[in-house]
């Protein structure tokens, strides 16, 4: 099964727009998620709707992050996506007639919605400021852009 790595990238991607002193186009963004530009306009567009990014149109325009950018947590970075699945796991058949499978089912159920529940305020718990300290703590002596992301790994140098 194939993961949603849209959280990851797009957390990736604002990152190191935080240490942009301009506006990052969608070309640029794309590369760095390795993606197509309309994909990436499709998500900022979700973004730039909670106020969390804003375009600008024009020779040298593009997209930036607002003021209290630092404040932003996972949580509102999920949920500006649409809540996509946070587990790859799930109940073979949602309606079962069967009661065996009911009962699987509801302990299933239940320990899914508790691990989301806890996964989702964990989200809530972390800013964007947080991770450019984490990521500063990590590179204290190194500017982001002289530290390119490797395309195939997705890590830093």
Same mark, same amino acid.
């Given at each position: 099964?194939?993961r949603?790595?849209? /959280?990851? *990238?797009?957390?990736?991607?604002?990152l190191?727009?935080?240490?942009?002193d301009?506006p990052?186009?969608?070309?640029?963004?794309?590369t760095?998620?390795q993606?197509?530009?309309v994909v990436i306009?499709? !998500?900022? @567009?979700g /973004?730039?709707?909670?106020?969390?990014?804003?375009?600008?149109?024009?020779?040298g325009?593009? #997209?930036?992050?607002?003021?209290? #950018?630092?404040? !932003?947590?996972?949580? %509102? !970075?999920? %949920?500006a996506?649409g809540?996509?699945?946070l587990?790859?796991?799930g109940n073979?058949?949602?309606a079962? *007639? +069967?009661?065996?499978?009911q009962?699987?089912?509801?302990a299933?159920?239940?320990?899914?919605d508790?691990a989301? @529940? /806890?996964l /989702? @305020?964990?989200?809530?718990e972390?800013?964007?400021?947080?991770?450019?300290?984490d990521?500063h703590?990590?590179?204290?002596?190194a500017? !982001?852009?002289?530290?390119? +992301?490797d395309?195939e790994s *997705?890590?830093g140098?």
């Amino acid at each position: 099964m194939k993961r949603d790595s849209r /959280l990851s *990238g797009i957390l990736h991607v604002l990152l190191h727009m935080a240490e942009q002193d301009g506006p990052a186009t969608s070309e640029t963004l794309a590369t760095a998620m390795q993606t197509n530009p309309v994909v990436i306009r499709r !998500i900022m @567009a979700g /973004l730039r709707d909670r106020d969390y990014v804003r375009s600008e149109k024009g020779h040298g325009g593009g #997209w930036r992050l607002t003021p209290g #950018w630092d404040g !932003i947590t996972l949580r %509102d !970075i999920y %949920d500006a996506l649409g809540h996509p699945s946070l587990l790859a796991i799930g109940n073979r058949t949602e309606a079962p *007639g +069967c009661l065996v499978e009911q009962a699987v089912n509801s302990a299933l159920g239940s320990a899914f919605d508790q691990a989301e @529940a /806890l996964l /989702l @305020a964990r989200f809530g718990e972390i800013t964007l400021g947080m991770l450019s300290a984490d990521f500063h703590a990590r590179r204290p002596d190194a500017p !982001i852009h002289s530290t390119p +992301c490797d395309k195939e790994s *997705g890590h830093g140098r």
